[in-house]
C-alpha cells in the first residue's frame, strides 16, 4: 500500500512529535485536536524542535522548511478522511479513543490503515469496535518521539500481514526501529517500565527515600538518563496511572496496584511537566522536588 498522506489525532506531547518526524520523512500529516490551543502549542514546539535540529546541524533548513509547510492541522475529525493512515495519539482513556473511532470510521477511505499511539490499551479491542480490524494496529512511538530509536508494532488478534508490513515499511521511512508486540496489556516496554515507575512511587511513599534520593540513585547506581520520578513526570502522571490501571485489570495481579500517592498527585492535577508541577515543581528556573 502506498502511503502519502498520515492523519493525527491528539496535538500532544507525542501527537507533535509524531507529526515532526512523519514531515521529516517526506509525508504529508494532518494534525487534529479538538482545542485550536492545542494545535497552535503543537505547531510552536514542533518548530522549536525543528529549530534544535537545524542548530545541531542535524537537518538542513530548507528540510526543516519543507517538514513544516507538509504540515496543516484541522479541528475537523472528518478532514482526516483523505489519509492513508491514521495514528491516534489521544488522551490514554479507552472512551475517548472509542469516540474518536466512531465518530472516524464513516469518513476513511476504506483502505486506509488505522492505528493507536496507545501505551497499554488492547488493540485487538480497540480494532473489535471500528470497521477494520483487519486494517487496525497499534503503533506506539517513544518519548521524546524525535530523539527515541523505538516503534513498537502491536497486531491486534485480526492484523492481517499487509497492514504490519506497510507499518513497518512507515517505521523504517522514519528511519527508526520496529519491534514486534503481541498485544498483551501494556505490551513490551510499558509492562517493564510502568511498574518500575509505580515502584519508585512507592519508595517515596513509604519514606525510604525523597524524590532527588530515589532519582540520583537510580541515574548514578543503574545509569539510567532520567531517575525514574522525573522520567514520570516527564511522561504524564495521568498516563502512567492510567497505564497502571490496564495493567491491573488486565492482569488481574495485585503486584500492578497503582500506588496511591501517584494517584493522589494525578487526583490533584500535578500531572507532572505538562502542567508544571508533578514529583517536581518546574514553575522557577531549575525543578525543585515536591517531596
Ligand atoms: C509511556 C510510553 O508509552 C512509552 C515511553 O515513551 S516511555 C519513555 C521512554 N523515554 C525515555 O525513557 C527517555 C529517557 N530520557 C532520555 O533518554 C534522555 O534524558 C533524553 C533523550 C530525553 C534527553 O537527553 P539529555 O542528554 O539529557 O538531554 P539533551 O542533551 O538536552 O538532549 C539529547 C537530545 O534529545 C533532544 N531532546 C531532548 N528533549 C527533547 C524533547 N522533549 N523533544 C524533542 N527532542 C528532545 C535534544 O534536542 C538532543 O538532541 P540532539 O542532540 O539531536 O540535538
Ligand atoms: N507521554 C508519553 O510518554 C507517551 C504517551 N503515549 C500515548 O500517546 C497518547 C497521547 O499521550 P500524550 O501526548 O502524552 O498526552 P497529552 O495529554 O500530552 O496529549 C493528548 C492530546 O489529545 C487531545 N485530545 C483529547 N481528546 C481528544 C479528542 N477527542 N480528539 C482529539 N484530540 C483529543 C488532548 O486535548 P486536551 O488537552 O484539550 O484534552 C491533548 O491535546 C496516549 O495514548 C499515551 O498513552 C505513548 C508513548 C509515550
Redesign the pocket.
Known amino acids: 500500500m502506498n502511503i502519502q498522506k498520515i492523519g493525527v489525532i491528539g496535538a500532544g506531547q507525542m501527537g507533535n512529535?509524531i507529526a515532526h518526524v512523519c514531515a521529516l520523512a517526506g509525508y504529508d500529516v494532518l494534525v487534529n485536536d479538538i482545542s485550536q490551543e492545542a494545535l497552535d502549542r503543537a505547531t510552536s514546539q514542533i518548530d522549536r524542535?525543528l529549530a534544535?535540529?537545524v542548530g545541531?546541524g542535524?537537518v538542513t533548513e530548507a528540510d526543516a522548511d519543507a517538514a513544516k509547510d507538509r504540515i496543516k492541522t484541522t479541528l475537523t475529525l472528518a478532514d482526516l478522511g483523505r489519509t492513508d493512515l491514521v495514528i491516534e495519539a489521544a488522551t490514554e482513556r479507552e472512551t475517548v479513543k472509542d469516540a474518536i473511532f466512531r465518530e472516524l470510521v464513516p469518513h476513511l477511505k476504506p483502505e486506509t490503515i488505522l492505528t493507536s499511539n496507545t501505551?497499554s490499551i488492547s488493540i485487538t479491542r480497540l480494532a473489535s469496535r471500528t470497521d477494520r480490524p483487519e486494517r487496525f494496529m497499534g503503533f506506539?512511538?517513544?518519548?521524546?518521539?524525535?530523539?527515541?530509536q523505538l516503534v513498537e508494532l502491536i497486531r491486534g488478534i485480526a492484523t492481517d500481514e499487509e497492514t504490519y508490513k506497510a507499518c513497518l515499511g512507515v517505521v523504517e521511512k522514519l528511519g527508526k526501529t520496529a519491534s514486534s508486540a503481541e498485544d498483551f496489556p501494556a505490551f513490551i516496554?510499558?509492562r517493564v517500565?510502568?511498574p518500575m515507575i509505580n515502584e519508585a512511587v512507592y519508595v517515596l511513599y513509604e519514606g525510604v527515600g525523597n524524590v532527588k534520593s530515589i532519582d540520583e540513585a537510580m541515574k548514578l547506581g543503574a545509569n539510567h538518563?532520567?531517575g525514574p520520578l522525573e522520567?514520570a513526570d516527564?511522561?504524564g502522571l495521568d498516563?502512567c496511572l492510567a497505564?497502571m490501571n490496564v495493567l491491573h485489570d488486565g492482569l488481574a495481579d495485585t503486584k500492578y496496584r497503582p500506588c496511591p500517592l501517584l494517584t493522589k498527585y494525578v487526583e490533584a492535577g500535578w500531572l507532572g511537566r505538562k502542567t508544571s508541577r508533578g514529583f517536581y515543581d518546574y514553575r522557577g528556573e531549575e525543578p525543585v522536588p515536591t517531596r
Open positions: 512529535g524542535n534544535r535540529q545541531r542535524l501505551s506506539h512511538f517513544m518519548n521524546p518521539v524525535p530523539v527515541m516496554v510499558n517500565l510502568v538518563p532520567m522520567l516527564f511522561i498516563t497505564i
